[in-house]
């Protein structure tokens, strides 16, 4: 059997259209369910204009029943599931929402996914499910202990999926655990479009740079890192979506759950990122040093090594190129999708 329809849920979000985007191109038909509840229809308009194709899109919760129905209509091979909430500082405030949307979701996703007898599905999962590492790089075998309500879900869900193999020699789930994605798709009509102020590293530059934020503040310069701030595996968002569609396919046929790691295995500091981002760009990006923030750790990069095992999988695209990457998105949409 041949894999041929993908649903991606949150396909509308900024790995799931770049993930579309792969999956188009390299020939699968894709069937989006999103609720838009952060994201916007006209991602989708822009990935069918990269991919040259179309895509069935279904508007709605993955726990309404009556929408999965509708999804469910046509024969489903496998999923790649990324619907869900994201803001770690979020999921501290109102953490009840992070487990309704999150393990909830999942829970009402594999049941319709069961009811239909489709077996295979691919996780969105987080690097932030091991918490502060021990050790670094950090390898899948790390003890899982995340900090936040929103980290807690990303492992429940895990947990979840290993139980649900478990019960079932003919499910497969892999969950990937990625570092920190960035960039966009070179075309510049998709990228990350976070709707309030940005709490990331790079889409805060960016907004600098186009000048809708006035001045970035680095979280510590005293963290035992080379040059004293924190250092991170910055993964290129078309290499994350590429190891998703590899994930998928490697999959077919073998039961059973994986958790893997998705990054580059090298460090980039938060300064190293600015020097990076203002070559790209031309543009200067002026700071400050302000305290460390809470829950911040000072370094975390995978080995991604088990990736390169099971699929042949590393990361191709630089840092330098998902700057220039990024940079346009930024530059040819400075209100994202709102334009
Ligand atoms: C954050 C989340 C993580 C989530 C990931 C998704 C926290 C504590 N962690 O990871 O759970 O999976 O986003 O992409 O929120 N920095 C600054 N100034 C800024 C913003 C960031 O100096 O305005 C620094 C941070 O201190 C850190 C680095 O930049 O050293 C990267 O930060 P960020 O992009 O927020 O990613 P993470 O903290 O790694």
């Excluded at 509308?12 to 579309?20: D, L």
């Excluded at 979840?160 to 003919?170: F, G, R």
């Excluded at 310069?221 to 993964?235: E, F, I, S």
């Excluded at 190891?243 to 938060?270: C, P």
Aim: aromatic residues 8%; hydrophobic residues 40%.
């Amino acid at each position: 059997m041949t894999l041929k329809t993908v649903l991606v849920t949150g396909g509308a979000g900024y790995i799931g259209t770049h993930t579309m985007v792969e999956l188009l191109g390299q020939g699968y038909e894709v069937v989006c369910l999103d609720n838009f509840s952060n994201s916007s229809p006209e991602a989708i308009k822009r990935v069918e204009k990269i991919a040259g194709k179309k895509i069935t899109t279904v508007t709605g919760d993955v726990r309404d029943r009556e929408v999965m129905s509708r999804v469910f209509k046509r024969p489903i091979d496998g999923v790649i599931h990324f619907a869900a909430l994201k803001a770690v500082g979020d999921s501290v405030k109102r953490p009840i929402d992070y487990y309704g949307n999150n393990v909830g979701g999942s829970i009402a996703l594999l049941d319709a996914m069961h009811e239909r007898g489709v077996h295979r599905i691919v996780f969105s999962s987080s690097a932030t499910v091991y918490g502060v590492p021990e050790k670094l790089p950090i390898e899948e075998s790390a003890p899982i202990r995340p900090i936040n309500p929103y980290g807690q879900t990303k492992a429940m869900v895990e947990q979840m999926l290993l139980d649900w193999c478990m019960a079932d020699a003919t499910h497969t789930a892999i969950s990937l655990r990625y570092f920190n994605p960035i960039g966009a798709h070179e075309s510049g009509l998709i990228g990350e479009d976070p709707h309030d102020v940005p709490n990331n590293l790079f889409p805060f530059i960016t907004q600098i740079a186009i000048g809708k934020q006035a001045q970035l503040t680095v979280w510590g310069d005293d963290w035992p890192t080379p040059d004293g701030t924190g250092v991170r595996d910055y993964l290129h968002v078309m290499d994350l979506a590429r190891g998703h569609v590899n994930a998928l396919e490697h999959a077919f046929g073998i039961g059973g759950h994986a958790t893997v790691n998705l990054g580059t295995g090298n460090g980039t500091s938060v300064l190293q990122m600015i020097a990076a981002f203002e070559v790209a760009s031309g543009k200067k990006i002026t700071y400050q040093f302000g305290p460390r923030r809470a829950g911040d750790v000072a370094a975390c990069w995978a080995d991604p090594s088990l990736a390169q095992r099971l699929w042949q999988w590393q990361a191709k695209l630089s840092v330098e190129r998902a700057c220039a990457d990024g940079w346009r998105w930024q530059q040819q949409n400075p209100n994202g999708y709102r334009d």
